[in-house]
């Protein structure tokens, strides 16, 4: 099979590199993080992508390697600093805002990570369960279950923000 | 309602509240795809030997100000090891540079993991005997023993990414894992798992004697700690004046630690902590007529820390790795006959078992160059294990695949 060549990566990633950064940037919360794990990501592909010629999905490949980063960077607690004011555990609960759409961003940046790369890749990016699962290297069973806990979590935020008689939605 | 009901649930009004949020970053993009590619081209050359830890992309900073210039050596060993006058306690004898036997008749083995083919050794012990690991059955990963190549029926560890780091040659293994967001260390000494004390933690090696090694905290933002035992309260390793944090990795059976000590925002170099107390920061290598940027402990047997030299060239920002080992007893370097990926796994035959460029596992005697065998046609490998004779290696297969994501193997070498 013939490698890869550089005008092949250049035309992925030019076809890529928008979804990619939409991806990042609902698991992270920010966009300058999101181009940092978006340039990480793409830094790791072309490293490989001589040497990845059989693998036939490379969307499917690109992005399992874009959750892994953002996960691998949260670990590091490189961005830590950012995310404390989040942790809805450790501080009160954010004061009204006129931006909902803010508050429900701050209600996401609230689950823990791996909790919130599930909730991200199964209702936002619209993958199914099973998919979920590749990507984030888990059980489908355990994808089922986070995704329970975290909506539990943000019914528990957006109630108390959101509440029903507002009729918002 | 079960899992499934719920997570089928596409009204949920949670999922339509989640779905209001813009998706687009509101900043214009600042990826740079050239420089993707510049970077990839040098991480092919550097080969993925910068580990994670590359990922913090720091500038050149060199970590021990003040301490000990030592010229490398720069050419092959002397026939006979240098006698040590220096006045270290250091009891390791370092292993004879010389009349190094070569590896013979080695051969490969899949370890059993049931009925699950993907599976991976994360450490093993001084005898041979033990090996730990992980399989990854649908229901979920867990850790894993082995004895003499055959699955023990040990618990496995609690928690998320569970990795036993070592084992002591009575089969007791320690290792950390992750509760949430939270690492904690853990010890088995046979049929339990329990917690090691001092809350968050990481546990890295444990000795005979059953002295563990680690770090308390965050990972990499803790400070360097020891166990006395399984069920001692940790006990701080002192860092130098300046350092903020670090993490011990190895530790001998004379009870010498080595780790990485560092300032912050920058990263961690080597370190010793000597039995008796005396500590070290270990000086930097010479590297193609240059000072070593840092120095990364991978591994620790007979008075020999085994690691790569980093050297960060400020002209064109690149970085390189080059490998070698330190007599603790006379401070010196010695360059390893090629390059190895880590970790550089020493034993006291001198033997070092590593991966080339290219992932193959090897093993070095002197200047030999011995490539172990392939396991089936599957090309990359990570080595993990090296037994204190040498004759006993493992590691596993990172072969990437369409089905599997990455083909792990758990494979055990045997060499006379």
Same mark, same amino acid.
């Given at each position: 099979?013939?490698?890869?060549?550089?005008?092949?990566?250049?035309?992925?990633?030019?076809?890529?590199?928008?979804?990619?950064?939409?991806?990042?940037?609902?698991?992270?919360?920010?966009?300058?993080?999101?181009?940092?794990?978006?340039?990480?990501?793409?830094?790791?592909?072309?490293?490989?992508?001589?040497?990845?010629?059989?693998?036939?999905?490379?969307?499917?490949?690109?992005?399992?390697?874009?959750?892994?980063?953002?996960?691998?960077?949260?670990?590091?607690?490189?961005?830590?600093?950012?995310?404390?004011?989040?942790?809805?555990?450790?501080?009160?609960?954010?004061?009204?805002?006129?931006?909902?759409?803010?508050?429900?961003?701050?209600?996401?940046?609230?689950?823990?990570?791996?909790?919130?790369?599930?909730?991200?890749?199964?209702?936002?990016?619209?993958?199914?369960?099973?998919?979920?699962?590749?990507?984030?290297?888990?059980?489908?069973?355990?994808?089922?279950?986070?995704?329970?806990?975290?909506?539990?979590?943000?019914?528990?935020?957006?109630?108390?923000?959101?509440?029903?008689?507002?009729?918002?939605? | 309602?079960?899992?499934?009901?719920?997570?089928?649930?596409?009204?949920?009004?949670?999922?339509?509240?989640?779905?209001?949020?813009?998706?687009?970053?509101?900043?214009?993009?600042?990826?740079?795809?050239?420089?993707?590619?510049?970077?990839?081209?040098?991480?092919?050359?550097?080969?993925?030997?910068?580990?994670?830890?590359?990922?913090?992309?720091?500038?050149?900073?060199?970590?021990?100000?003040?301490?000990?210039? $030592? +010229? =490398?050596?720069?050419? @092959? !060993?002397?026939?006979? #090891?240098? %006698?040590?006058?220096?006045?270290? &306690? $250091? +009891? =390791?004898?370092?292993? @004879? !540079?010389?009349?190094? #036997?070569? %590896?013979?008749?080695?051969?490969? &083995?899949?370890?059993?993991?049931?009925?699950?083919?993907?599976?991976?050794?994360?450490?093993?012990?001084?005898?041979?005997?033990?090996?730990?690991?992980?399989?990854?059955?649908?229901?979920?990963?867990?850790?894993?023993?082995?004895?003499?190549?055959?699955?023990?029926?040990?618990?496995?560890?609690?928690?998320?990414?569970?990795?036993?780091?070592?084992?002591?040659?009575?089969?007791?293994?320690?290792?950390?894992?992750?509760?949430?967001?939270?690492?904690?260390?853990?010890?088995?000494?046979?049929?339990?798992?329990?917690?090691?004390?001092?809350?968050?933690?990481?546990?890295?090696?444990?000795?005979?004697?059953?002295?563990?090694?680690?770090?308390?905290?965050?990972?990499?933002?803790?400070?360097?700690?020891?166990?006395?035992?399984?069920?001692?309260?940790?006990?701080?390793?002192?860092?130098?004046?300046?350092?903020?944090?670090?993490?011990?990795?190895?530790?001998?059976?004379?009870?010498?630690?080595?780790?990485?000590?560092?300032?912050?925002?920058?990263?961690?170099?080597?370190?010793?902590?000597?039995?008796?107390?005396?500590?070290?920061?270990?000086?930097?290598?010479?590297?193609?007529?240059?000072?070593?940027?840092?120095?990364?402990?991978?591994?620790?047997?007979?008075?020999?820390?085994?690691?790569?030299?980093?050297?960060?060239?400020?002209?064109?920002?690149?970085?390189?790795?080059?490998?070698?080992?330190?007599?603790?007893?006379?401070?010196?370097?010695?360059?390893?006959?090629?390059?190895?990926?880590?970790?550089?796994?020493?034993?006291?035959?001198?033997?070092?078992?590593?991966?080339?460029?290219?992932?193959?596992?090897?093993?070095?005697?002197?200047?030999?160059?011995?490539?172990?065998?392939?396991?089936?046609?599957?090309?990359?490998?990570?080595?993990?294990?090296?037994?204190?004779?040498?004759?006993?290696?493992?590691?596993?297969?990172?072969?990437?695949?369409?089905?599997?994501?990455?083909?792990?193997?758990?494979?055990?070498?045997?060499?006379?």
């Amino acid at each position: 099979m013939p490698k890869r060549t550089d005008s092949e990566y250049l035309a992925f990633v030019h076809g890529q590199v928008r979804a990619l950064r939409r991806t990042a940037y609902l698991l992270c919360g920010d966009a300058h993080q999101a181009d940092d794990i978006v340039q990480e990501t793409l830094t790791k592909l072309y490293t490989r992508w001589p040497g990845i010629s059989h693998v036939e999905n490379i969307d499917a490949y690109v992005n399992t390697m874009l959750v892994r980063v953002f996960l691998d960077e949260r670990r590091r607690g490189w961005w830590k600093v950012a995310l404390l004011d989040w942790l809805p555990e450790r501080s009160a609960p954010p004061p009204p805002s006129p931006d909902d759409r803010s508050m429900v961003r701050s209600a996401l940046m609230g689950l823990p990570p791996r909790q919130r790369a599930v909730v991200v890749l199964r209702y936002l990016c619209d993958l199914p369960v099973k998919e979920v699962a590749q990507r984030l290297g888990c059980s489908e069973g355990t994808v089922k279950s986070q995704c329970a806990n975290a909506l539990d979590k943000l019914r528990a935020v957006f109630d108390t923000t959101f509440p029903l008689t507002q009729d918002r939605l | 309602m079960t899992y499934e009901e719920r997570d089928m649930s596409e009204e949920d009004r949670a999922v339509q509240l989640l779905r209001t949020m813009p998706d687009e970053p509101p900043s214009p993009s600042t990826i740079d795809i050239p420089r993707t590619m510049a970077e990839g081209r040098r991480r092919r050359r550097a080969r993925r030997w910068s580990g994670g830890v590359a990922l913090a992309a720091v500038t050149a900073v060199a970590a021990g100000g003040g301490t000990v210039a $030592v +010229a =490398a050596l720069r050419e @092959p !060993a002397p026939p006979t #090891p240098a %006698p040590s006058p220096t006045a270290s &306690t $250091v +009891a =390791a004898a370092p292993a @004879p !540079a010389a009349a190094v #036997p070569v %590896p013979k008749d080695c051969t490969v &083995t899949l370890l059993p993991s049931g009925d699950i083919r993907k599976a991976l050794v994360t450490s093993g012990d001084p005898s041979g005997r033990y090996l730990a690991g992980r399989v990854y059955p649908p229901s979920g990963v867990h850790t894993v023993l082995w004895k003499d190549g055959v699955l023990q029926p040990r618990p496995p560890m609690p928690g998320a990414d569970a990795s036993w780091e070592d084992i002591n040659s009575s089969g007791v293994a320690v290792g950390s894992s992750y509760s949430g967001e939270v690492q904690y260390a853990y010890v088995s000494p046979g049929k339990s798992v329990t917690r090691l004390h001092g809350g968050e933690a990481s546990a890295a090696a444990i000795n005979d004697a059953g002295v563990i090694a680690g770090a308390l905290g965050k990972p990499y933002e803790g400070v360097p700690a020891m166990w006395p035992s399984a069920s001692a309260a940790p006990v701080e390793l002192p860092l130098p004046a300046g350092y903020t944090a670090g993490a011990a990795e190895a530790i001998g059976e004379d009870g010498t630690i080595v780790g990485t000590v560092e300032k912050k925002a920058t990263e961690g170099t080597g370190y010793l902590w000597l039995p008796g107390g005396a500590t070290r920061l270990m000086p930097m290598p010479t590297v193609e007529g240059k000072r070593a940027t840092l120095f990364w402990p991978d591994s620790l047997s007979n008075g020999w820390v085994y690691g790569r030299a980093v050297l960060d060239l400020q002209e064109d920002g690149s970085r390189r790795f080059t490998s070698y080992r330190y007599n603790i007893a006379t401070n010196k370097y010695e360059k390893l006959a090629t390059p190895l990926g880590p970790p550089a796994i020493g034993a006291e035959n001198g033997w070092i078992l590593g991966t080339t460029g290219r992932y193959e596992p090897v093993l070095l005697a002197g200047k030999k160059v011995v490539q172990l065998p392939r396991y089936a046609t599957m090309k990359e490998y990570q080595v993990t294990a090296l037994s204190a004779d040498g004759k006993t290696a493992a590691g596993y297969t990172t072969d990437t695949d369409d089905t599997e994501g990455v083909a792990n193997r758990p494979l055990r070498w045997t060499c006379r």
